[in-house]
């Protein structure tokens, strides 16, 4: 069983282009966590999304920043117009069931995707 | 913000035990307390969780104090490949800045 797949893994824009981040969760999950993390700090949550829902986002920057989870494919975390500031590792984490209501007691992380803006 | 405070670097000597804490004051009767870790470049892994008893899995041990108020990760013999950022979480989902744990040979 594949784990949590996460792409591009490295990806390099300058200011003011947009960065799009896939994530590809395990295979039977539906709810899918993304998260920051800038350098030597611990990760930040942006945003908690289940098929087609987002159902908490208080995490995320209220401007340029936005995540989809369709219906089919991966869910997607978007950055328009990208400042220096947004460099970071973006981590995205996916559960069988909604993290905490179940006793399963695991998020899975993928690898990340680390975005440098020139 | 995490509901969860952690000392931010922790060391230990190889195979000797560590214990890392963590304090949730206000933690509610429905939180589950889960430890996470995070090795170099990669990410996070989960270590262990529990609601109210102690728990043993093959990675650690979480001690849980009667109150729940606070709780201690246990690795009973570290490894230089134990050294990772340890997160103490609650079902908020949100991390804190962790303790980083060094592993001295």
């Known amino acids: 069983n594949a784990g949590v797949m996460q792409n591009p893994r490295h990806l390099v824009r300058r200011r003011g282009q947009e960065a799009r981040l896939r994530c590809s969760p395990m295979?039977?999950?539906?709810?899918v966590y993304w998260y920051r993390q800038l350098p030597e700090e611990g990760l930040k949550f942006m945003v908690y999304l289940q098929k087609e829902n987002i159902i908490d986002e208080s995490g995320m920057p209220k401007e340029r920043f936005s995540a989809e989870f369709p219906k089919e494919g991966p869910s997607i975390l978007r950055i328009q117009q990208v400042v220096r500031g947004d460099s970071a590792a973006y981590f995205c984490a996916s559960s069988p069931f909604r993290f905490g209501k179940v006793n399963t007691g695991e998020l899975f992380f993928g690898e990340g995707s680390r975005l440098t803006v020139l | 913000d995490a509901k969860t405070t952690q000392p931010n670097s922790m060391e230990s000597n190889e195979e000797e035990p560590v214990h890392l804490p963590c304090n949730h004051s206000?933690?509610?009767?429905?939180?589950?307390i889960h430890w996470y870790r995070q090795l170099p470049s990669q990410g996070p892994e989960y270590v262990i969780h529990g609601l109210t008893s102690n728990v043993n899995n093959r990675m650690a041990s979480l001690a849980i104090a009667e109150d729940r108020k606070s709780s201690t990760l246990i690795l009973h013999r570290a490894t230089l490949r134990d050294a990772a950022v340890y997160y103490c979480i609650l079902n908020d989902m949100r991390f804190g800045a962790g303790t980083r744990l060094t592993v001295k040979p």
């Open positions: 206000t933690i509610s009767g429905t939180d589950y």
């Open positions: 295979k039977g999950h539906s709810h």
